[in-house]
């Protein structure tokens, strides 16, 4: 009689913490981009200026280049912190722990694995003069009064930073490998998702472009920002994989680094000089989208939307 | 039986929206009165205390939580007790969103009756550094920086942005805490 008795499973509740309490996934990643933000700034200030005593220099904001190493030491230890180490932390709310990976998108491309990562280094450098052509754009909008003195003081501030002549090696961990990787786990492995999940994946490529913009606090450059992001996102879905995006986005930033430590000069251009020629931009958009096109499949789910592996 | 699916069927969903933004504005009225007002109460006697600053931003601060709680509390009645901590938030969200609209519109009406808000709390400090033999210098510097942001309409523009983002995390949290305490425990419906 026991023998014929069915075998009762017990009740799994396969929901993640956040499903199983009613969090809308739009919120958790609209509050957490917020949080992350504030951390990011908290930890990386409190370190520079922590360095600083420590040295006993003082605080002179008009010579940036003498506190240069400290700040931008501060500002890579707030985005480890911050944006990665506790994003990666607060990613467990929405997903149960063996879907971790794929919810991540911290899995390799699973088809064309070679071709997925040549295609994501030939989109970042083709498609530079366009960004360039973007940045040009957005200069001529007009800016209140408030926010271009803000924009003024980031530009700046980034101009003291690159001029301050420290190693190339630091300078590329500081401004490319640590945002490559601490910007693309907040924005493409966990703000996408949480958006992909609400709004679908149009909007949530559009959506956290526009915020991943936003996140730089400089507006006369938040299109170009704003495109990159969403470009970054559109690779990432397509991907299936979060490190195509973290090599672009590394590309992109030591480019800049290494051109300025080649070309200092570049730091003092005027904003007309740095327009591209007409025919330079036009090629840019034609092979970006040609790239796009012919971007090689990769995912496991054609959608991007369902997370949990089909193959165990 | 039928008839009992049908009008299950048939009736809505309870809206949280109404309630939410009613509570959002209503408060906001009451703190921005409670504070500006106050402010220019003691700005009107001869020599400002602190006294009246302390009050204003205590009676402000218990304020600015209680949109989030109020709407939860009154969406609660509609879902007989049954209510997600999420919910709760979203709740709290859209109230806080409405109270730093509604806010940064009293500004505006404050305006109609002579009062800057933007420079009253920097000529109040002002004043009070004036009674207590500060120096007034920086300060000064300060009162001329906030002049010169009130006349740009992006400071306006930025100071709602920034209310409905503050006050969306703060009610956010009081609409979270309102549901732990007076929903149902084992709630999974709302």
Redesign the interface.
Known sequence: MEDNQPEITPMVDERSW?E?????SW?LGT?WV?VAFVIFQVVGTLVAVLLLLGEGSGFDLDNIAELAFEMLLGNSLGQIIGLGLATMVVALLSVKARNYKVFMRFTMPKYNTGLVFVFAILLVIVAQPFFWFLAHLNMQLP?????SGMDDMQIELLEGLLAAGLPILFMLFAIAVVPGVCEEILFRSYLLRLFEKSTGVILAIIITGIIFGLFHLRFSQIIPLSVIGMLLAWVTIQSGSVFPAMLMHFIHNGGTVIAIYLYPELITMEPEASLPPFWLVIGSIVATIFLLYRYPVATINKEGVHYVQEET | MQEDNFQQFEEEPPSFVQPAMTYGAAFAIAASLVFYGTLVAAMSGAEPGILPFIIACLGCLGIIFLPGVFSVKSFLKQTANKL????G??IG?VSGAAFGVMYGFMDLVWLLFGVETSTLVMEYTLALTETFGGDTGQVDEMRDVME??AR????I??GVLFNI?IYG?LN?LSGMLAVSIWADKTS?E?
């Open positions: 956040a199983r309490n009613g969090f809308p919120l509050v917020i800016l209140p009064e408030l926010v | 997600q901590v999420g919910k938030a979203v969200v010169e942001q740009t309409g992006g400071s523009m930025l983002l995390i956010m999974d709302f």
